[in-house]
């Protein structure tokens, strides 16, 4: 489908339930058009055959008869244009409605490599002022449009019944005003989409510098921000200056075209009523059509110029509803093997690269089982959290190159209804986002019918209710944007109690303790043991201490699966585990963890056994010997 269908499309898609009312303001803004045309004939009439003719004597005597009736002509053209413009209004407003929440409806289905290429401040603008350059567009200057076109045709019709000469002459003007403005519209056009994506980015320095305030602080880049914002608001500015220049140019050469328009229907129409080629009734009706056809044809032109804008927007819209969405959808081969009966993990043999050719997985392999904990250690850049966000489908295998395959209960998650994958899977992510609400309202987002007993109970586990009591307003604290008012630490056990509530059956913390203090670290695993006993966990981390408990343990470098085991078989394996966990571990440390160890073995009470090591650390070990962890 060509542009133009696609906008014509675009409308009448979202101008459902405002057709009535848009209807209605066109019949409304026609007829008020029409009752303007009548007024100059009363005139006409008046002028020629009231007071310079002798027929209608009881006119003459009554000349306000033909005043009460250019005053009834303005009345119900004023209540014309009322319902005209009250109708141009719920039309325009529920078409404005429709397409914003059709749009936000479209961007909470884009993939996240779409939200990875386009940036939050841009997405806001063609959601918000876009749209409402098309509504603008579409509900008030399409309207005028046709009021415009009736108009010239209605007038000329009156015209050429009074002067052809004349209406010759005035036609002659119209073609002038229309090859002038569509030179303009189309200098505008390229003008307008250069500033339209200055203000996007403009919005986006915005956006930016106010999400990370902190950081902005913390380091001193306040002057940094300041330049940087003053750059793009400076080119901004110097966008818009020229696009101002150019109207004025506009505007100003437009106004010396129709001014000759009216001084020549001023010269040649006295010239005709001088030799009586005109009545004085018939030039000032022409004189009167004339003057109401200078600004709405001067109009045409300012909408031809502000259809370049339209224009804009409507392509700026239109790439994000070409974007193609997730596939919520089950597809016939989930419908026919049904959901997975359990929620044993595999990965077999995946690849996977953001951009071709930079493989970020290369041939990862690895299963968890249903009650098992699977640990995964790695460098930055290394590949972990891709295996999470490949897991929830936020990215997608590629189905065209040999990527590999990630199943649950034996189907293949690309086959399963990705609203079913989500809900059973749940993620804690390093840097969890907190909405700008209560600390309930945030615990219960993953459940919201929740009571308040079930979200402490969460709150409980993962070591967060006491901090939150704590706080003035308990649980109907408000965190500020992002959870500001939290701790890095608070934020992520806030975000574990969200997803603990969602009961997943899968559950992924992918570096999620990374914030918290060991001593905590230890506490909130040691609740979640006891609390997920049959659920599938896995658990990222930088710590050796997190990943020792895990039933099993890979290690990652560089995409690859570099090592596999427990952590026993690892820490003998004289691998980058062995080295990470030299590094972390001091020798008291490694003591401890193996007396506990031997304890276990020789009395099974390494629980209660004394440790010599002060504080968190030595509990953490000990626990992890005990294998609770």
């Not at 891709?386 to 489908?393: A, E, G, M, Y």
């Amino acid at each position: 489908m060509n542009r133009k269908g696609r906008k014509a499309k675009l409308i009448l898609r979202y101008f459902h339930g405002s057709r009535r009312y848009f209807i209605c303001a066109a019949a409304a803004s026609l007829l008020t058009t029409a009752l303007n045309a009548v007024t100059p004939q009363i005139f006409r009439f008046s002028i020629d055959q009231v007071l310079g003719g002798n027929e209608y004597g009881f006119l003459r005597e009554r000349l306000w008869i033909p005043g009460l009736a250019v005053v009834g002509v303005a009345a119900l053209s004023g209540i014309s244009m009322f319902v005209s413009r009250m109708c141009t209004s719920r039309a325009g407003e529920n078409f404005a409605k429709n397409m914003r929440d059709s749009l936000f409806a479209h961007v909470q289905r884009l993939p996240m490599s779409w939200h990875d290429k386009n940036q939050t401040g841009d997405i806001i603008q063609r959601c918000t002022s876009d749209v409402e350059v098309i509504r603008n567009f579409v509900v008030t200057q399409l309207l005028e449009v046709f009021r415009t076109v009736f108009l010239i045709g209605i007038s000329f019709a009156m015209m050429f019944g009074m002067n052809r000469k004349m209406s010759l002459v005035v036609l002659l003007f119209v073609p002038v005003v229309a090859g002038y403005s569509a030179v303009f519209y189309r200098l505008i056009a390229r003008r307008f989409t250069k500033a339209d994506e200055a203000e996007g980015e403009l919005s986006t320095v915005v956006q930016e510098n106010a999400t990370g305030v902190r950081v902005v602080r913390a380091f001193g880049r306040e002057h940094f921000e300041m330049e940087r914002f003053r750059e793009k608001n400076e080119a901004f500015a110097r966008m818009w200056i020229r696009l101002g220049t150019l109207s004025g140019l506009y505007w100003g050469v437009g106004d010396l075209i129709t001014g000759l328009q009216v001084v020549a229907v001023a010269v040649l129409g006295a010239a005709e009523a001088v030799h009586g080629n005109m009545s004085v009734g018939e030039f000032v009706a022409f004189a009167s059509y004339n003057t109401v056809l200078v600004w709405p044809v001067r109009g045409l032109g300012r909408i031809l110029s502000d259809m370049s804008k339209a224009g804009v927007s409507f392509e700026r819209v239109d790439y994000m509803i070409q974007g193609e969405e997730e596939r919520y959808q089950q597809s016939c081969v989930a419908g026919e093997k049904g959901l997975p009966q359990c929620m044993d993990i595999t990965f077999s043999h995946v690849s996977f690269a953001y951009e071709k050719g930079k493989k970020v997985l290369d041939d990862i392999s690895f299963s968890v089982s249903q009650g098992q904990t699977f640990g995964i250690l790695g460098g930055t850049g290394s590949g972990k959290s891709t295996i999470v966000q490949l897991l929830t489908r936020l990215y997608e295998l590629d189905a065209e190159e040999n990527s590999g395959c990630i199943a649950i209960g034996g189907i293949d998650i690309r086959e399963l209804p990705l609203e079913w994958l989500r809900q059973n899977v749940g993620m804690v992510l390093q840097e969890p986002f907190l909405y700008s609400r209560t600390i309930r309202e945030n615990i219960a987002a993953s459940a919201p019918e929740a009571t308040m007993e079930e979200i402490r109970q969460a709150a409980r586990i993962a070591c967060i209710d006491e901090a939150i009591m704590n706080f003035p307003d308990g649980y109907d604290t408000m965190v500020g944007e992002r959870g500001l008012i939290l701790s890095g630490g608070q934020r992520q056990r806030v975000a574990i109690a969200r997803m603990l509530l969602q009961k997943a059956p899968v559950m992924v913390f992918d570096d999620s303790l990374s914030a918290v203090d060991s001593e905590t670290d230890s506490m909130i695993r040691r609740a979640l043991k006891e609390r997920i006993k049959d659920t599938a966990v896995i658990l990222i981390s930088h710590r050796i201490t997190t990943l020792m408990g895990a039933d099993r343990i890979m290690v990652l470098r560089e995409g690859q699966m570099e090592e596999m085991g427990t952590h026993a078989q690892l820490v003998q394996s004289h691998g980058i585990y062995q080295q990470i966990y030299e590094i972390q571990m001091s020798g008291d440390d490694r003591r401890t963890l193996a007396d506990s160890t031997e304890k276990k073995k020789n009395a099974g009470r390494a629980e209660n056994a004394p440790s010599r090591l002060p504080g968190s650390l030595s509990a953490e070990i000990k626990e992890a010997a005990d294998g609770r962890i």
